[in-house]
């Protein structure tokens, strides 16, 4: 059974519901799945699972959440070389350019990334909470 777990921060909430559906749709397709809030996460659940799924909104200025997230991924630096990694989050009014900027970085860490990242404007809804599910399938699987 693939161990995927999935670190998010949220400040309305938004990122924290797509995480539960990316939850959803992984255990749909057998993992066993923990969902964490990045201030309860260590390195340990980083190097601990196959999968790891990071998530945050769009910050500051495209920007991941700058007094948790920030640390954190700067805190795996140098364990994510070779890891299968997922980003997500919620966005307001950008293009998505922090996702684009966040992806870049995992890779130059090493990661091996699940796809381009998933964004969702503001709350996940219709057509967007099923995008979620899918993400949480693909990771269980890849
Ligand atoms: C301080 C602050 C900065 C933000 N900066 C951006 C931004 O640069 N680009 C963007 O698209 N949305 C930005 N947003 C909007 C949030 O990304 C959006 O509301 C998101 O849904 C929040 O997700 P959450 O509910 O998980 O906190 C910002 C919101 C706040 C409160």
């Known amino acids: 059974m693939?161990?995927?777990?999935?670190i998010y921060w949220t400040g309305t909430g938004n990122t924290e519901a797509m995480a539960k559906l990316i939850e959803e749709g992984a255990k749909e397709?057998?993992?066993e799945v923990?969902?964490?809030?990045?201030?309860?996460?260590?390195?340990?659940?980083?190097?601990?699972?196959d999968m790891v799924l990071l998530g945050s909104p769009a910050m500051g200025?495209?920007?991941?959440?700058?007094?948790?997230?920030?640390?954190?991924v700067d805190s795996i630096a140098s364990s994510v070389s070779g890891k299968k990694l997922g980003l997500?989050?919620?966005?307001?009014?950008?293009?998505?350019?922090?996702?684009?900027?966040?992806v870049e970085r995992m890779e130059g860490y090493g990661a091996?990334?699940?796809?381009?990242?998933?964004i969702v404007q503001e709350a996940p809804e219709g057509s967007s909470e099923?995008?979620?599910?899918?993400?949480?399938?693909?990771a269980a699987a890849y």
């Open 112 to 118: 091996n990334l699940l796809n381009e990242g998933l």
């Open 2 to 6: 693939s161990k995927v777990n999935i």
């Open 88 to 102: 997500f989050g919620s966005y307001g009014w950008g293009d998505g350019e922090w996702m684009r900027s966040w």
């Open 130 to 138: 099923e995008e979620c599910r899918n993400f949480g399938r693909e």
């Open 61 to 72: 200025a495209e920007v991941i959440e700058e007094s948790e997230m920030e640390p954190f």
């Open 29 to 31: 397709k057998g993992a």
């Open 34 to 49: 923990k969902l964490l809030h990045v201030s309860e996460a260590s390195v340990d659940d980083v190097k601990g699972a």
